[in-house]
């Protein structure tokens, strides 16, 4: 019975040095999280004024080549210039939309590595 103070205090002790080891756990993979969140977040403005900026010129561009081309068919040909022109910018359109879903699905998810370190740390314990 003597030593039964001993060994709750002991046991208190363990527990609280598991207890902290855990809590450093979890806060290094919550480091890890909101780390991968900023990044995640510069890459997404990143590409939205990239796409924002390359949308506004290559339409401004777009239109600018049409009326140019427009104006340099003879009279007669000016409309299926002008249709010719139209399906053009569609299946251009059309590229471009499915390389960008051909791009985005090819990323990783945005919590890979947390994903990948908790994983880690379930099969630990």
Do not use: N
Not at 16 to 45: P, Q
Not at 90 to 98: D, S
Request: aromatic share 8%.
């Amino acid at each position: 019975m003597a030593d039964w103070p001993s060994f709750v205090t002991e046991l208190f002790g363990a527990m609280g040095r598991l207890g902290g080891a855990g809590a450093g756990l979890v806060g290094e993979r919550l480091e890890l999280a909101s780390l991968e969140l900023r990044e995640a977040k510069i890459r997404l403005v990143q590409a939205l004024i990239l796409a924002c900026a390359a949308m506004f010129l290559g339409l401004l561009g777009l239109a600018i080549l049409v009326v140019a081309v427009a104006f340099a068919l003879p009279e007669q040909w000016r409309l299926y210039g002008l249709v010719a022109m139209a399906g053009l910018c569609l299946l251009a359109g059309l590229g471009a939309f499915f390389s960008l879903r051909r791009r985005l699905s090819r990323r990783p998810l945005a919590f890979a590595q947390s994903l990948a370190e908790l994983e880690k740390d379930k099969s630990c314990f």
